[in-house]
């Protein structure tokens, strides 16, 4: 026995919350991921969480597929972040503010 | 109170403490350190709730492999850490905490309000030898989509940090 399924689920929307206000709140590219990778987190506990509360291993397997997404996302999210540094030198959102094909 | 709920919320306080420190950091290293403990604290509490390969999975490819590539970018675009002033702070801040307040509120409630919920999950546990044989059964095409993905995201790296790439000009 272990807790209710409500306070997973308030422990795992409570870190997507804080993730979602870093990547809102923060300017630096760097912290902006940073966020997304909490939320991505939080949602990976949901649904493991979800995968005990009805036995069933789907949850689980999801997980897996959001760790790869993870991955994915943040080896491009970094290279796009070292390209604009190159072309900017500068790695905060306000910087990016010209258009030119 | 069993031993696995003071499991669960010791987890529960050091994961939202770490987190919650990680994301008012103003150095990028300080975060990703604060972040990797996190991490650390996620995956005992995977364990907790019967996914033992997911808790190991979670220590190899996310405080392993995605918070160690953090790192290197860290240290190699050598970020400059600005002072902020305190009215820049409170007008970045203060929207994204209240909405983010506001939608926990909402949540924390709806969450509350669902009586099945309160149901005491049992103690139970997936094998990974159990669990492998699921995913690559019935998941075995979104898992080829998923080494695709991977595949494309690798090229997509390799593409955008290439030496001669000019930022200026034409890619």
Redesign the interface.
Known sequence: ???????????A???F??????A?????L??I???V??ML?AA??AF??A???W?H??G??F???I??????????G??????????TSS??ADDYQQLKG | MTISAIMFYGLGIIILAATALAITRRNPMHAIIYLIVSFFAMAPLFYLLGAPLLALLEIIIYAGAIMVLFIFIVMMLRIEVTPSTAGQWFRQWFPAVALSALSGLVMVILIWQEPSQQMVLPLAMASPREFGLFVFRRYWFAVEIASFLLFVALVGAYYLGRKGANPEGKP
Do not use: K
């Open positions: 026995m272990i807790v209710p399924y409500s306070h997973i689920l308030i422990l929307s409570l870190l919350l804080m993730g979602a206000a870093c809102v709140a923060r300017r630096n760097i912290m991921l940073v966020g990778e909490v987190n990976a506990l493991v969480a995968s005990l509360r036995q291993l789907d689980q397997a997980v897996i597929f760790f790869a997404v993870a991955a994915a996302e943040v080896a491009v970094l290279a796009l972040i070292v390209r604009a540094q190159r072309s790695v905060m």
